[in-house]
């Protein structure tokens, strides 16, 4: 996991991983915009093979909505759309009320920064070279939206929020869709994601911290191995040596009367591969041994 700075694109950290782990086998999950910080889950060399496998359809964010004015990107680095309104007005019901009307199963029509594409490129590519990006509206999950503190800024009322949401919600587009229904306008001034599915910011690694590692050591460190990864992502079934040699092999091991994908582990603690129940059988989901 890294903890992506502002202004990188989720294929920028990808090449710099690269060059800190020295191997042309990354890739990652769940893609952050530029203007976002936070979490992204990275998969190095075997750990590529799951991030296919991995359970992020949910979220968590920290961010500051701006009322009072609504931008051309839903955030900071847009144009303005006309003149500051006055938020003094606002009462903390009437944005309670708005949270509460974008808070459950909702339509969410994405924010044109977003990394949706559109004809092949992104469209907050699409967006910032001046183009009018249109896209449908999706259903989405906002499962909180809680206002954590508040501030009047001249003309503008800052809110810090706290949401936890379904993978493909905007925080951009309630941010512009809560400034609408109040009347004023707004906007996203910073956006944090701590939270990708089961992997946190405390597991997550700054860039600088892992290109000192790559200066001193040759070869910056995972925040988590593959072992832990798994065991983090999966619930754990330990095999002996037998059924670890035959998964290992591709042959399905005796059902394990669960739901869902599991994470298959050998005698020495070390992960074989992933396994679901399937007519009778724990069969192969994917395997990650021999390394």
């Not at 977003?114 to 907050?124: E, L, M, T």
């Not at 001193?216 to 037998?242: E, K, N």
């Not at 739901?259 to 192969?284: C, E, K, N, Q, S």
Request: aromatic share 4%; with cysteine.
């Amino acid at each position: 996991m890294v903890d992506k700075p502002a202004g990188w694109t989720s294929h920028d950290v990808v090449g710099r991983a690269r060059r800190l782990m020295g191997t042309r086998k990354v890739g990652h999950a769940g893609t952050l915009d530029p203007m976002a910080t936070g979490v992204l889950v990275l998969g190095i060399e075997r750990a590529t093979k799951l991030l296919g496998h991995l359970a992020l359809d949910t979220k968590s964010y920290l961010a500051t909505v701006r009322l009072g004015l609504a931008t051309s990107t839903d955030d900071a680095e847009g144009e303005a759309l006309g003149d500051p309104v006055e938020t003094d007005q606002i009462t903390d019901q009437a944005i309670t009320d708005g949270i509460r009307a974008l808070t459950g199963d909702i339509a969410q029509v994405p924010s044109s920064v977003s990394a949706i594409k559109v004809d092949g490129r992104r469209a907050y590519e699409r967006a910032r070279a001046g183009e009018d990006v249109q896209l449908e509206a999706r259903p989405v999950t906002v499962s909180r939206f809680d206002v954590l503190a508040t501030r009047q800024d001249g003309p503008f009322r800052d809110l810090d929020v706290l949401v936890d949401c379904s993978s493909g919600t905007y925080v951009r587009a309630l941010a512009r869709d809560l400034g609408a229904g109040l009347g004023v306008g707004g906007h996203l001034t910073a956006l944090r994601r701590t939270r990708v599915g089961p992997f946190t910011l405390a597991q997550a690694r700054s860039l600088e911290v892992l290109a000192e590692e790559e200066e001193t050591a040759g070869r910056a460190s995972l925040s988590l191995d593959l072992d832990a990864a798994v065991a983090t992502a999966f619930p754990r079934r330990d095999a002996d040596a037998d059924e670890a040699a035959g998964l290992a092999h591709g042959r399905p091991l005796r059902p394990g009367g669960g739901d869902g994908t599991v994470g298959v582990f050998g005698p020495d603690g070390h992960v074989i591969g992933l396994v679901a129940d399937d007519r009778g059988a724990a069969r192969p989901v994917l395997v990650l041994a021999p390394a």
